[in-house]
C-alpha cells in the first residue's frame, strides 16, 4: 500500500478524530490528533493497522504549547503522531495501556520538559539525579543552566 | 525471602555508569531495577547552542562505539532539511564506513560475548581480528574511533585505487575468519551449552517492549532499518536481514554473525559500483524551518533523530534515541527469573562481580515492603539461626 492509499484509508476511518494528515516525504506521516484522544487513537492504529514499534517520543517547547510526536513504525510506513498541549497545564495520558515499552520515553518527557504523565506506571525520574531542584526542567526554552558554586566539603584548609 | 543486590553505578566490573538493583530469591532474579542518567550529558540541549555544522562533530561524540551512526543519522536528516543531494561518490563512501563500523561492531560484541561465556581464547581470535577492520578504518578516515568523515553534503575524504584494493583484501580474511566462528559459534559444544536458552525473550515481549536491532532480529522479528526505509544507497545494494527463532543469546550470536556476512557483501558491492565524481557539494550555512525524521540502522539497532529548524544556522530542537535505551525494558524481561550467574552473558557488555558488591545489602520485607539495611555479620547470624532451625538432616548424604 502507498502512502497516498493509506491516508485515504485512515481519513475513511478514523474520520475526526484525526485533525490533519500530511506526508512530506517518502514514508514519513504525520498524524495531527488532540491531546485526549491521543490513547484512543494509538490503540486504534495498533489494532487494525499493526502500529505496534514505536522509535521514541519527542517534545518541542513551542513557547506557549509543547508538542510532543510520537514515532511509531511499520514495516510500510513511519507514523507521527502530533499533539499539542498547554504549557499552562501540561497533562498528557500515557500511551502505556497500549503500547508498555513506551515508559522510558514518558518518563523522559517528564524529567526534560515537566509534563505530567497520567496514568504512568513508573513516574520516577529517568535521567535527572535525585537531588535534582524541583520545578527546572532543562529542554523548556526559557531554562538556562547556572552552574552551582563548588563548595570543597569541610572548607578550605 | 528475598534480597535487593545493587550494582553500580560505580563498580569496579561495570564500564559505564549504570546501576542495577536485582531481587533474588535465592540464584533466581526476580525483579529487576535500571536506574539511568549517571553519564547524562546535556547534549540535546547543548547541541540547540551550536550551528549545523558544529553539531556533526557533537553527535558524534555520544558514543564510542557507533560514532559514525550517529553522525550519519544527523547529516542525513539535515541535508533533508537544507534540500541537499549528495553525490553518489561520497554517499557510497559514506556507508561503506558505516558497514565497516558494523563490522567492527559485531566483531568486538563477539569477543566479549565469548569472554563472558569464559570462552577465552574465542575472545581473543575475534578480537585479533577486528584490527584488521580497526586498520581499514584507519586508512580510509584517518581515525580509529571517531571517524569524521562526514560533513554536509557528503564527505570529506575520497578513496583511490590503492585503498580500494586494501580493502578487499582486508574483507576476503574477514569473511574466512567470520565464517570460521559462525561454524564455531554455532557448534562448539560447551560454548552453546553455555549460551542456548539464556535471556529468553519471546517474540510477543519483543514486540510489546519495542525492542530494536539485533535483539529484536533475534527473537524472530525481522525489522532492519536498512530494508524497509531503504536510505540512500541500501536499495541499491543486495542483502538479506539475519533472524534467528531461538529468542536466546545463542541466537543473538548467530544473528550477530550472519550480519558480518552480509556487511562483508555490502562493502564489496559498494565497492563494485563506487561512482566516479565529486564526493561532496557546499552546503548552506542556514536550513529553511521545517522538521524531519531520520532513521539509520546502527549497529545496535534502530536509531533516530528528530530534527527540527526555525530558518536560523542553529536546530530548533535535535531529539536523539540511541537503540540501547530502546532496549532496556527488553533486558529487564530477559534477565527476569535468569539465575545470577547469567548477568554478565545477558548484559554482555557488562562484567558486574557480585560477590565483592557491597559490604551491607538492602533488605525489603515481602509483606510490607519496608527496606532496611542489614550488615554482614546480622546476615550470618540469621543464617545459623535458620540453619539451626531447618528441617534438614544433618547427616544427609550429597547425592552424587
Known sequence: MTDAELIEKLKSDLGDTVEEISNPARRRLFLKVAPQRLLAVTTRLRDAYGVVFLSTISGVDNGEMFEILYHFSTPETDYNIRTEIPKANPHIDSITPAIPGAVLYERELQDMFGIVVDGIPDARPLVLPDDWPAGNFPLRKDWKHERPQEVIPGGKS | ?400
Open chain 2, 1 to 400: 525471602m528475598s534480597f535487593q543486590i545493587p550494582i553500580g553505578p560505580q563498580h569496579p566490573a561495570l564500564k559505564e555508569p549504570i546501576s542495577l538493583r536485582m531481587t533474588v530469591e535465592g540464584e533466581v532474579i526476580t525483579g529487576v531495577d535500571i536506574r539511568l542518567g549517571y553519564n547524562h550529558r546535556g547534549l540535546e540541549k547543548l547541541a540547540e547552542d551550536r550551528n549545523w555544522t558544529q553539531n556533526i562533530y557533537l553527535v558524534e561524540r555520544i558514543c564510542g562505539i557507533c560514532s559514525h551512526s550517529h553522525a550519519t543519522c544527523y547529516v542525513q536528516g539535515v541535508e533533508k532539511l537544507m534540500e541537499l543531494a549528495p553525490p553518489k561518490r561520497g554517499l557510497y563512501i559514506r556507508y561503506l564506513v558505516s558497514e565497516l563500523e558494523r563490522i567492527h561492531s559485531h566483531l568486538l560484541w563477539l569477543g566479549v560475548a565469548g569472554h563472558e561465556a569464559g570462552f577465552d581464547s574465542f575472545f581473543m581470535y575475534v578480537w585479533r581480528d577486528r584490527e584488521v577492520v580497526m586498520d581499514l578504518l584507519e586508512l580510509i578516515t584517518g581515525n580509529r574511533v571517531h571517524y569524521a568523515i562526514n560533513t554536509l553534503g557528503g564527505v570529506r575524504r575520497d578513496l583511490d585505487a590503492g585503498q580500494i584494493a586494501k580493502i578487499r583484501d582486508g574483507l576476503v580474511v574477514l569473511r574466512k575468519r567470520s565464517e570460521y566462528y559462525f561454524h564455531i559459534g554455532a557448534n562448539e559444544p560447551s560454548f552453546v551449552a553455555r549460551i542456548a536458552g539464556v535471556g529468553y525473550l519471546s517474540k510477543e515481549k519483543a514486540v510489546a517492549l519495542c525492542a530494536v536491532g539485533p535483539t529484536a532480529r533475534a527473537s524472530g522479528w525481522a525489522r532492519d532499518v536498512r530494508k524497509e526505509d531503504p536510505y540512500a544507497v541500501y536499495d541499491e545494494v543486495d542483502f538479506d536481514v539475519a533472524t534467528a527463532d531461538s529468542c536466546d543469546v545463542l541466537g543473538r550470536v548467530v544473528v550477530r554473525v550472519k550480519e558480518l556476512l552480509e556487511s562483508y557483501k555490502i562493502c564489496e558491492q559498494i565497492l563494485d559500483k563506487l561512482p566516479p565524481g565529486d564526493i561532496a557539494v557546499k552546503a548552506p550555512r542556514k536550513a529553511k524551518p521545517g522538521e524531519v525524521v531520520s532513521r539509520y540502522e546502527a549497529p545496535r539497532g534502530e536509531n533516530i533523530h528528530y530534527i527540527k529548524s526555525n530558518g536560523t544556522d542553529k536546530p530548533e530542537r535535535l531529539k536523539v534515541r540511541a537503540p540501547t535505551l530502546g532496549n532496556y525494558p527488553a533486558t529487564v524481561e530477559m534477565l527476569r527469573k535468569g539465575f545470577i550467574a547469567d548477568i554478565p552473558l545477558i548484559f554482555a557488555a557488562i562484567d558486574p562481580c557480585i560477590c565483592c558488591a557491597e559490604r551491607s545489602v538492602t533488605l525489603i520485607d515481602a509483606g510490607s515492603g519496608e527496606e532496611s539495611v542489614a550488615r554482614m555479620s546480622d546476615l550470618r547470624r540469621r543464617a545459623i539461626v535458620r540453619h539451626e532451625n531447618a528441617p534438614l538432616k544433618r547427616n544427609a548424604v550429597w547425592p552424587l
